[in-house]
């Protein structure tokens, strides 16, 4: 949708200038990075884990989180999505490094945060309907931002 990736863009585009001036007023009390040893780490062989548990995230997703919602698919979404969350982390913290196990990463990351948000808005409003909640509200309450704590 274009909204979305106008919405992308800007986020994208207020991010970039905010860690600029962060990293221009804290230049001095950022830490030396180490090089990269991933002495002890298994080789990314398996791939199965990570291609069946990214068509499990599109499914629940899909399934339970898509146009339609309700509270209890909601919570069966965030079930789903925090086990899988638990189960790449300790594949994640013993494997090396590769793209498509940072994509999933990344997919569960957003995943929570769409959950979150969804089981924050008690309307139906715009095209998603919520079935525990099918009326509009009169007032769109602003409300604080889940991001800080995604995986809890």
Same mark, same amino acid.
């Given at each position: 949708?274009?909204?979305?990736? =106008? ?33 002890? !780490?298994?080789?990314?062989?398996? *791939? ?25 698919? =909601? ?6 999505? *925090? ?11 013993? !494997? ?12 569960? !990351?957003?995943? *929570? ?14 095209? *998603? ?7 509009? =509200? ?6 604080? !931002? ?7």
């Amino acid at each position: 949708a274009s909204n979305s990736l =106008l919405e992308a863009l800007v986020y994208a585009y207020r991010s970039f200038e905010y860690l600029k001036r962060f990293l221009k007023e804290k230049q001095s009390d950022i830490p030396e990075i180490p090089e990269w040893d991933d002495s002890g !780490t298994l080789s990314a062989d398996e *791939h199965v884990l990570i291609t069946h548990s990214l068509k499990e995230v599109k499914q629940t997703m899909g399934d339970y989180v898509g146009i339609v919602r309700s509270n209890q698919r =909601l919570e069966r979404a965030s079930k789903r999505i *925090h086990t899988i969350f638990i189960e790449i982390e300790e594949f994640y913290k013993k !494997t090396k490094v590769f793209n498509k196990l940072l994509e999933l990463r990344n997919l569960i !990351t957003c995943s *929570h945060i769409i959950i979150k948000s969804a089981k924050l808005r008690e309307e139906s409003r715009g095209l *998603h309907f919520t079935i525990d909640y099918p009326g509009k =509200l009169p007032d769109l309450e602003v409300k604080d !931002t889940i991001i800080e704590n995604v995986h809890s």
